[in-house]
Each structure stands twice: as structure tokens, then as C-alpha cells.
């Protein structure tokens, strides 16, 4: 008896027509940029996430900060372990509404490696740089894709990256996207605030009463709460969405995560050196453009363009060793520790 049998392309593509009616199909992808011959075994959706976590920019997510400038301890978040958990929970969201999951895990697995070294503090310091609308790294995650690596990904994935952040107008066109849209929220919220009670920033008691009673205790508790919200809520509605009771007591934690950590004064005192460290990148490379390699490097574009595609590809470590290199032995460092 033979123990495997060969599931090909066309049997993984039949097996999705047994997902929900809402399910994004592989096989009605609006396309690539380039036509390709279509690959023997993996669905077009397993295509773009076999190219996604092979991709430069998805290495380079192991040394980006996620929230803590250069923590001591091993076990705080990065922006990688960030995108592993937003893509397990995106799975979890898709699967349990029968959705599409190789497309909400293909979104979720790309759709931060536009980042640039020092988290959302990188956004901050690149925005005067392209006034009016200011730089987003969503758009840079799709740049990367399209231009600086060019994987030719489908336009289903390039969608959904686009439009992971709530922020983001038009929204997402897939279901997927949105489960994508809540499992980044569900991830940050949780593994932040335990960061932050492993930083001693927060005391366990220090949430609000309506989130522990709502979600429980930070940690697993909180993710399973928020995920089962979403599913409930989404077979009641026909949509992607949380009711609006879990909605608002998960909005009253984000506010009081950016009161307590995300932006407060302690925080901002190590955000504001990352900014003053990426602006001395960014004047230095604007001044001197022969010293950027040409090693992922569109030379056709604007110059301000070719410097942010440079300074935002950058690791937390490799941007302190430049600024280190161009301005002094411990300017870099000083800047986002004292």
C-alpha cells in the first residue's frame, strides 16, 4: 500500500472550492504583473508566501525593533517574532471562518517588511522627507515587493499589504486582508503589554478594570478573547468584524498602550535620538549618494526616494554601526539610550 498520494496544483485549487462563499480562490487571482507558467504543486497563494519568507526584507525583520529600543533579555519582541504571531492568528481567523489561510498567511508574513530600523519611530523621523502625505511602511512593504526585490506577487497578497494597517483608505478588497487587519492588532496589543510588564514599564495591576475583565489576564487569555470576538461576530455579520462591545474595550487598551508605552515620556526620550539618528542618515546619504551601494538600490528614482529605500532597509544594529562609523564611536548608541 502506498503511504502518499500527490497532490498537485489543481487538486490544492479544487479543495478551495469547499471554503466559505466569501473565500478568495487561488484560482481567480486577478493576476500577477508578469505572467507566469503556473507552478506544478503550489497554488498561486503558496507561490507569494514561499517567495515572501524567502525574501531579503523578511531575513532583516530578526534585528528590527518592535516597541523596546534595544531591550536587555532575550525574550522581547521583534518585528520577525511580531509578523510569526500576526500570521498564526490571521491563520486561526481564516480557518475558523473558512477562509483562504495561505492568503491571510501570505499577507500577514509580508506585510511589515517595509519597516524601517527603530519601529514606527523610523516613520516619524522619514515623513518630513515626503510632505504632504508623509511615509507609511505599508507602502514601502508593497514597494519592496514590486520594485526593490520584485517577487511578482499576486495582486490579492500586494492588497492585502497595502491595507494592513486600519489607517490605510481604500480598505482591503479580500476577507482575508481584514483577518489580517485584526490579527496585527490582536498580536501588538498583547505581546506589547507584555513586554512591557517584562520592562518593569507596567505592574500587573496597571490595566484599566474593563480590559482584565473583559479579557483577562495579558498573555494567551487576551488572544483567545479577542480572536473568538472576531469569529462570533464575523458568522453573525457576514463580514470580518468585532462586535461592537470587545471593539470598544480593545480600543480603550490601544489608547491607554499609547498613553502608558508607546508614547510615553520615558519612551520618547529613546524615540526622539532613533529620530535624530535616522535624520544624520538620511542628510549624510542625501549629501554624499556615492556611498550607498548599489546593491538593492533603484537608481531611476528621486533621490530622497533612493536614501529612505536605503536608511529603511537598514537593521536596528547595522544603522547604529553606520551612524557609529559616520559620526562618532558612541553616537549612535547614545542617542537612543540616554
Known sequence: MQGFIRRERAAREAEEERLAPLATRSSATRGRPRSEEPDAFRTAFERDRDRIIHAKAFRRLKHKTQVFLHPDGDHFITRLTHTLQVAQIA???????????VLAEAIALGHDVGHTPFGHTGEEALSPYFLPDGWHHAGQSVRIFEVLEDLNLTWEVRDGIRAH????????????AFCVRYADRIAYL???????????????????????????????????EMIEAVIEQSLRAGEVVMDAETLAVMNELRDFMFARVYQSPEQRVR???????????????????????????QHEAPAVVQVADYVAGMTDRYALATHQRLFGTDAGWSAIRD
Do not use: C, K
Open 91 to 101: 491563520r486561526s481567523l481564516a480557518s475558523a471562518l473558512g477562509l483562504n489561510e
Open 165 to 176: 494597517s486600519w489607517r490605510i483608505v481604500p480598505p482591503p478588497a479580500t476577507p482575508e
Open 190 to 224: 498583547s505581546h506589547d503589554a507584555l513586554d512591557a510588564l517584562r520592562a518593569g514599564v507596567l505592574a500587573a495591576d496597571s490595566f484599566p478594570a474593563g480590559v482584565v475583565a473583559r479579557f483577562g489576564t495579558p498573555g494567551r487569555a487576551w488572544i483567545g
Open 271 to 297: 524615540q526622539q535620538g532613533a529620530i535624530r539618528l535616522l535624520h544624520d542618515l538620511m542628510e549624510h546619504h542625501l549629501a554624499h549618494p556615492d556611498e550607498m551601494p548599489d546593491s538593492y538600490r
